[in-house]
């Protein structure tokens, strides 16, 4: 019954506005300076992950050069952080938000911090990841 008004009805809706059957969002991360391409040996660097969804929360995960993926900080939609070992703050790291921009700092970075980063946020029981960010010295 492909001419069908219930149908029709049903297929407008889906094209037309795909808030009706649910929302994707989008996640980018880069360096939040356009000149770095490569970290330094104990400069900071900062990384931004942006999201089309406002008031979300925000994981900030590492994946180290043998392939182990780490927890960095947690940043809640009203901004508080919590990292490794439940902690307010941390020695390594500094993590904010800023409407729909989360910041992660590595105040010192050292060999253990290369790898991939990747940032992702939790929406309806649905997991939106990332892409990585590769952070290797040159």
Same mark, same amino acid.
């Given at each position: %019954?492909?001419?069908s008004?219930a149908l029709?009805?049903?297929?407008?809706?889906?094209?037309?506005?795909?808030?009706?059957?649910?929302?994707?969002?989008?996640?980018?991360?880069?360096?939040?300076?356009?000149?770095?391409?490569?970290?330094? %040996?104990?400069?900071?660097?900062?990384?931004e992950?942006?999201?089309?969804?406002?008031?979300s929360? %925000?994981?900030?995960i590492?994946?180290d050069?043998?392939?182990?993926?780490?927890?960095?900080?947690?940043?809640?939609?009203?901004s508080?952080?919590?990292?490794?070992?439940?902690?307010?703050?941390?020695?390594?790291?500094?993590?904010?938000?800023?409407?729909?921009?989360?910041?992660?700092?590595?105040?010192?970075?050292?060999?253990?911090?290369?790898?991939?980063?990747?940032?992702? %946020?939790?929406?309806n029981r649905?997991?939106?990841?990332?892409?990585?960010?590769?952070?290797?010295?040159?």
């Amino acid at each position: %019954m492909a001419g069908s008004p219930a149908l029709l009805l049903f297929l407008a809706l889906v094209v037309c506005c795909p808030g009706i059957h649910g929302q994707n969002y989008e996640i980018a991360i880069k360096f939040r300076d356009s000149k770095t391409t490569h970290p330094q %040996m104990g400069q900071r660097l900062e990384l931004e992950c942006r999201t089309t969804k406002k008031d979300s929360d %925000m994981f900030w995960i590492h994946k180290d050069k043998s392939g182990i993926l780490h927890f960095i900080v947690f940043i809640s939609s009203l901004s508080q952080t919590t990292f490794e070992g439940n902690q307010k703050t941390s020695m390594r790291f500094e993590a904010r938000k800023s409407d729909r921009t989360y910041y992660l700092v590595v105040k010192s970075f050292q060999p253990q911090d290369e790898g991939n980063y990747f940032c992702l %946020m939790n929406s309806n029981r649905i997991l939106y990841f990332s892409p990585g960010q590769p952070a290797f010295f040159p």
